[in-house]
């Protein structure tokens, strides 16, 4: 009895992981990014929902967002600059069981991976994403990203951005097949950490775009947000987000907005001042494509076998006398 | 001369069959406008002929377009039959007999030379009595032409007679040309029946019914109007056989590997394997996933293969340009993956149903930097099914991309091959979810062969992240020069590990000799049957046919120094010596001659052609004869 009691105990520890069990290095990004906080929240969920280490799976792109899965201590694929979508589509297809996660940035997910993002959204995996979006390229040191403001100096855009910013979020609620669209900022870690959280318990594609400052190479743009409360408006409702006191006393500006209606979480989505933050829109009835290509299915060497038979039968020519089954 | 079967009375029935000539081999065509179903006509000849033990290949004509302009040139859609007495391995010379549903479609086979002199052209005749008059008078033009060649001309009344059975005549010609061909070549009416209700069987018992009517009709209709019949003797194999084309042959070879996904984008000529897949893979718990493009369905395979068993994608040409960013990744993280390229004419959208070999050096040095990889190249029908098998198994022995370059020849061409007999020990097996030591390296490089073990997602302890960036044993990412070269050579020395295991190949012909022809690919069925008649003249010509590009196998050396010249019979492009401003110092040889002469440093000559057609052993003889002149060794 003693025995099995202690190997219980040792199943126990095993399998309850603590915040260290997530964290793999300082990372490298610059003092006050936003990233740090999105990875801290990202660290926090997988400890508060105990996700084994080895059957998670961070993927991301090329761009700051994409270094995220070198400072998890789990499994990561840092691949191609816009090509984290259909890297993560192809594991989960291959394995349903893992936990995956895509982290990518504006210009990765706008931008070069624009075509894999709206056909990602189509697909509606179960695959928690998380779009770092700071209106910057930052790794190739400053250029204008498809989300920068319009003026915009950077060094492709010297006498400032031509073009009208794209909006992730309208973008993303045109897709049919779109299951979850939240947005969040980097400087309400608490929210942050409740999108990510409802994101990650939501079956299907959760896309989370996350406004994120760039204090390199936009140091002030996220200011006016910053040091007015009323210019960020927080989405509640019993099936979206629900307050804590403190939040609710610091950002006074609070709308209640049902997830499920997609008309106006379309319309929620078009401001741009002030930022709505919270779940836009959630839909868990989407079917997931995995789901419906029977992914994950065990295959025994006989079955293979008798499949393959089965298709020879068709095109083969029998020798003279044999009895044809 | 003419045979104006026309004027003749319908349907006499002859009080005894009129006597068949035996021979030893047949070329056919069925040539018509897209859409009047002369593949279909010409597959089931093929079928037929096959149940009968007879050796075929086929190869089909194929317009760029869906529905390009009837009775033109550029739209003739059809098929080449060739059958014979022992096995057949190409789709030979010249055609002796075509049946062509109007006169344009022809004209395009007469200018490429694909007639042969004084080949039996049976041809529809209804466009004699058509209402446009500018019709008539080609058709009339033309008919004269070819006779004036020396052409045997039979009009044949399709339309007229196919519009006594069905109510739409244009879809019912094939099974009536059907009926006329098997009559000509004396191939089994039942067999032909059974072979009909396999092909309309999805379909009601009425249009089966309606067909196998019509290809009694053409039947009777030749018995009646033709003054020539053929046999060609045929052995029926003891071993049960298989009749599918290369791309059948690929996608079964898919499902054989044990691989469970399959991602692509739809491409010519690949797409047909994929649509095969689609119907049959799910069957046996596989998945075809169509991407939203070319470049998804590569990094959805990667993903898959890293997290996985491993996929294979598939594709041609432009599309492999566009993957090649990807397999790059799959070479720097050491992910297996199949990348199956049919190839097609080219650069750019080249010509998309046409073949050629272009591809080779793209596949081997592809991808920026140094990314080594393995190339191979399927030579017959069934080869494209076990080539499959063994790209699927050194990928994930060696962690490596496995690029298959099957092409637009082998993708329609049928063949019968011997029926694969399943083993076990071509599956992919389970992914090791073992749980490995704390801290265990996620490329743990072997010093000799640079192969390390594979640590998948479920593994515990075996934690890492995986890059596309330089990186150390741990996968961390690392600038360190030292760090990076050991990267290299580990990822390098893996190709030279799989070498070490590779045969030499074997040379077809005679151990030593004047000349050796090496090709690569779909060309070997072309190259062995002109050495097998170069032989026969009493040349010293052999062939060697190279299974893998990259790496090569050991003893080419040897066998090169064997021979007094050697020379590559490529389907690509090489610059001709006799232009003008072509020199030894500019000349671009062919891929493979490329390859061969940097390896061994031996003055290996090269004959291409990119004409989008298949290679045929006639024109690779007179190659090798002038060769053979201009070195002073022709016998």
């Known amino acids: 009895m003693s025995q099995s009691l202690s190997s219980c105990v040792i199943k126990l520890h095993q399998e309850h992981h603590a915040l260290e069990d997530y964290q793999g290095g300082v990372p490298r990004w610059c003092n006050g990014c936003g990233d740090n906080a999105i990875l801290a929240a990202m660290q926090r969920l997988c400890a508060d929902e105990n996700l084994a280490p080895e059957n998670t799976v961070f993927v991301s792109g090329i761009g700051c967002s994409s270094r995220l899965p070198h400072y998890m201590k789990t499994y990561g694929f840092h691949s191609l600059h816009g090509r984290a979508f259909p890297v993560a589509e192809g594991i989960k297809m291959a394995r349903p069981d893992l936990n995956v996660f895509v982290s990518t940035g504006d210009g990765d997910c706008c931008s070069i991976g624009a075509a894999h993002w709206i056909h990602a959204l189509r697909y509606n995996m179960n695959i928690t994403v998380v779009l770092h979006d700071n209106h910057v390229y930052g790794l190739t040191k400053k250029q204008a990203s498809p989300t920068s403001p319009r003026g915009l100096k950077s060094n492709t855009t010297p006498y400032g951005a031509t073009l009208e910013p794209m909006n992730p979020l309208t973008v993303s609620l045109g897709v049919q097949g779109a299951s979850f669209i939240a947005q969040g900022v980097d400087w309400i870690p608490e929210v942050l950490y409740d999108i990510l959280r409802a994101a990650y318990l939501h079956r299907g594609f959760s896309f989370v775009r996350i406004i994120q400052r760039c204090p390199e190479f936009m140091p002030k743009v996220f200011d006016p947000w910053l040091h007015d409360p009323q210019r960020t408006m927080l989405l509640t409702h019993k099936d979206g987000l629900t307050l804590s006191p403190g939040i609710a006393s610091a950002y006074r500006n609070q709308r209640e907005h049902d997830p499920i209606n997609i008309d106006r979480a379309r319309e929620i989505a078009s401001l741009d001042d002030p930022i709505p933050v919270g779940i836009l829109y959630r839909n868990p009835d989407a079917p997931c494509y995995e789901d419906l290509r029977h992914a994950g299915q065990l295959r025994s060497p006989e079955y293979i076998r008798a499949g393959l038979d089965r298709e020879f039968d068709k095109y083969t020519v029998w020798p003279e006398g044999h009895a044809e089954a | ?635």
């Open chain 2, 1 to 635: 001369m003419t045979h104006s079967a026309t004027l003749a009375a319908p349907e006499v029935i002859l009080p005894a069959p009129r006597p068949a000539t035996a021979i030893p081999e047949a070329i056919v065509e069925v040539i018509s406008d897209s859409g009047e179903g002369a593949q279909r006509c010409g597959q089931s000849l093929g079928a037929i002929a096959a149940r009968m033990g007879n050796g075929i290949w086929t190869t089909e004509i194929i317009p760029a377009e869906i529905q390009p302009p009837a009775r033109s040139v550029a739209g003739a859609s059809g098929i080449r039959i060739r059958m014979g007495s022992g096995r057949i391995t190409n789709g030979g010379d010249q055609t002796e007999l075509v049946v062509a549903f109007n006169e344009q479609v022809l004209i395009g086979r007469v200018q490429a030379g694909e007639l042969k002199p004084g080949a039996k052209i049976l041809l529809e005749c209804m466009w004699k009595t058509h209402r446009d008059p500018a019709v008539v008078i080609s058709y009339m033009k033309t008919v004269e032409a070819l006779l004036k060649d020396g052409f045997e001309v039979y009009e044949v009344p399709l339309e007229d007679r196919c519009r006594e059975l069905v109510s739409d005549p244009r879809k019912g010609k094939n099974m009536f040309v059907l009926g006329i061909l098997c009559n000509v070549y004396g191939l089994d009416d039942d067999l032909a029946r059974e072979q009909i209700a396999r092909i309309f069987g999805k379909k009601d018992a009425k249009v089966v019914a309606s067909n196998i009517k019509l290809y009694e009709a053409g039947a009777a209709w030749a018995e009646a109007n033709l003054d020539f019949k053929y046999c060609i003797p045929a052995v029926k194999s003891t071993v049960p056989q298989i009749v599918v084309n290369g791309n059948t042959a690929i996608a079964l070879g898919v499902m054989a590997s044990g691989m469970d996904i399959c991602a692509m984008y739809p491409i010519t000529p690949a797409t047909s394997a994929s649509h095969y897949l689609s119907e049959v893979f799910e069957k046996i718990g596989g998945l075809v996933h169509q991407a939203e493009d070319e470049i998804a369905a590569c990094a959805f395979a990667v993903g898959a293969s890293y997290a996985g068993k491993c996929a294979v994608t598939i594709t041609s040409g432009p599309g492999y340009s566009l993957k090649q960013e990807v397999i790059g990744l799959a070479v720097m993280a050491e992910i297996p993956l199949v990348v199956v390229n049919v190839q097609r004419g080219g650069p750019s959208t080249g010509q998309p149903t046409k073949v050629e070999q272009g591809d080779a050096l793209s596949a081997i040095f592809g991808s920026h930097g140094d990314a080594p990889k393995v190339v191979m190249a399927p030579n017959s029908i069934e080869d494209c099914f076990y080539s499959v098998i063994t790209a699927r198994k050194i990928a994930e022995t060696f962690g490596m991309v496995v690029v298959v370059l099957s092409d637009a020849s082998l993708s329609t061409a049928q063949q019968p091959f011997p029926r694969p007999v399943f083993s076990e020990a071509w599956l992919a097996p389970p992914v090791d979810m073992t749980p490995v030591p704390v801290g265990s390296k996620a490329y743990d490089w072997d010093p000799m062969t640079g192969l390390s073990r594979r640590l998948q997602p479920g593994r515990a302890g075996g934690m890492h992240t995986v890059t596309g960036l330089a990186h150390d044993r741990n996968s961390k990412v690392a600038y360190d020069p030292a760090i990076n070269e050991e990267g290299l050579r580990a990822r390098s020395l893996k190709l030279a590990a799989l070498q070490k295991t590779l045969k030499a190949p074997p040379v077809f012909g005679g151990d030593s000799g004047d000349l050796l022809l090496i090709g690569w690919g779909s060309t070997m069925g072309a190259i062995e049957e002109s050495v097998t008649r170069l032989r026969a003249e009493g040349q010293a010509v052999s062939s060697m046919h190279l299974r893998f590009l990259q790496p090569m196998p050991s003893g080419i050396r040897e066998i090169l120094a064997r021979f007094k010249h050697a020379m590559t019979i490529e389907g690509n492009w090489s610059d001709k010596p006799e232009d003008e401003l072509i020199d030894e110092d500019n000349r671009r040889y062919s891929a493979l001659a490329m390859l061969l002469r940097s390896r061994f440093l031996v003055d290996i000559d090269c004959w291409s052609e990119a004409r989008g057609q298949p290679i045929k052993p006639g024109d690779i003889c007179r190659v090798a004869r002038e060769a053979l002149k201009r070195r002073g060794a022709l016998s």
